[in-house]
Every structure is written in C-alpha cells, then in structure tokens.
C-alpha cells in the first residue's frame, strides 16, 4: 500500500492562508489504511485546526468528508456537491489522490495534509516499512521475492559489495540484514541459486535508504526502552 505521513500543523495552516471555509477531504484507501488519512485521522486534524486557529483569535470553518478512494472518480458524488460552497480542499489522500481532485476542480486549490513517503506493509500498529520503491522494473521473480532496490543500501542489482559483514548484515548498519545475503540464501533454498549470476545492466538510482514511517500517535508503543 501508499504509505503517507501528516504534515506539521504549521506547514498545513500556511498552505490554507486566508481561505476560511475549507472542505477537508479524507480518503478510504491507503492514507486510511497506513492511519494518517482516514475519516478518524480527518477528525483529528480537524479538531487542531480549529483548536489552534480559535487559540489566534481567527476563525475557520471546516467541513469533514471522508470518500472512499480519491483516486477514482466513481466516489466523488458526495465531495463534488459540496466543493462549491468552500474556498479550498485539504486533502488527505497521497499524492496521486490530491491531483486527482486538483484536475477534477481545477479552479478550486486542492492541498495536500500529507506526505507520501512510500510504497510498503504493515509492521505493526502504526509502524510501516518500505518493501518497493515503484522503480518500473521488477526483478523479484528472480531475486527470491527480495527487492534489491529497496532493501539494498546501495541499490545494487548484481550481487552484494565488499561491505557485506561475515554474519550477513549491511555495511552501512550492522542491524540491517544485507539484501544479497538474504537473495543468495532465499535463492539457495529454492534450489534456484543460479539466477544470482545473472548480470543486469547498471542503473540510475536515488533515495536508496529504505524507510519507515512511525505515526505520530504510535511513536511510544515503539520507543525502546
């Protein structure tokens, strides 16, 4: 799934500027799966918001709607009666979603109240961890099911590089398995290990650190002791 995280307050808050009626648009899909975008994580933000803006003596009114995706147009019935009464969109969907309703409304501001930070799983309540970096080029059918672009450090598509500590884990942090360790052995036990010769041409890549992301309200139940 699209994993997203919210944006601070005060980000959000600049983004609206003097708009003082703001429909606040939550999404059903993967925000509201990953915890940051969901109709209770709309009714949080909206109770900040307003908490905040009445704190400064200002005033702002918000209306709460959360769709089932923003991604597709078959749910915007209900959003796309209501647009017109409001001087902008918070969206909390990723970003495919928000420029989904931008072009939908493109006289309308459509802003997002999240970052999308990546595609990944579950690793707890909360707590989510990249396993795919969307690249357009799958080679998992021939790396045991083991993305080299996400897992690896270096993004390395043909092997392991001299880093590799003798136990198996990743130069770069010795409590990160290292991809090509965990490919040899999956691959070995498969009884498919040749595919590990395979040679693929070299590529351009960026962000190889592989991420996580820890919602706000979860940190706690995460932090070691």
Not at 15 to 42: D, F, H, N, W, Y
Not at 73 to 83: G, K, N, R, S
Not at 133 to 150: A, N, Q
Request: glycine share 12%.
């Amino acid at each position: 799934m699209i994993v997203a995280s919210r944006k601070s307050l005060d980000e959000i808050l600049g983004l609206l500027g003097s708009c003082k009626k703001v429909l606040v648009l939550g999404c059903g899909g993967c925000t509201s799966i990953c915890l940051a975008g969901g109709q209770r994580e709309v009714r949080d933000l909206c109770a900040e918001l307003d908490a905040r803006v009445r704190d400064h003596g200002g005033g702002l009114t918000l209306h709460e709607l959360t769709i089932e995706r923003q991604c597709n147009e078959t749910f915007f019935a209900d959003a796309d009666a209501l647009v017109k009464d409001y001087e902008a969109v918070l969206s909390t969907a990723c970003g495919a979603g928000v420029q989904f309703v931008a072009e939908r409304h493109p006289a309308l501001p459509v802003l997002p109240a999240l970052n999308t930070a990546f595609v990944g799983f579950d690793k707890g309540v909360g707590w989510y961890e990249e396993n795919c970096r969307t690249c357009g080029d799958c080679v998992l059918g021939e790396t045991g099911g083991i993305c080299p672009v996400t897992r690896c450090a270096k993004s390395l598509f043909n092997g392991p590089c001299g880093g590799t500590r003798s136990e198996g884990t990743c130069e770069v942090d010795k409590t990160v398995p290292c991809a090509w360790f965990e490919i040899h052995k999956r691959l070995k036990g498969q009884g498919r290990l040749a595919l590990i010769t395979k040679v693929r041409p070299a590529r351009e890549w960026e962000n190889q650190t592989r991420r996580s992301v820890i919602q706000e309200p979860y940190k706690a139940r995460y932090a070691k002791p």
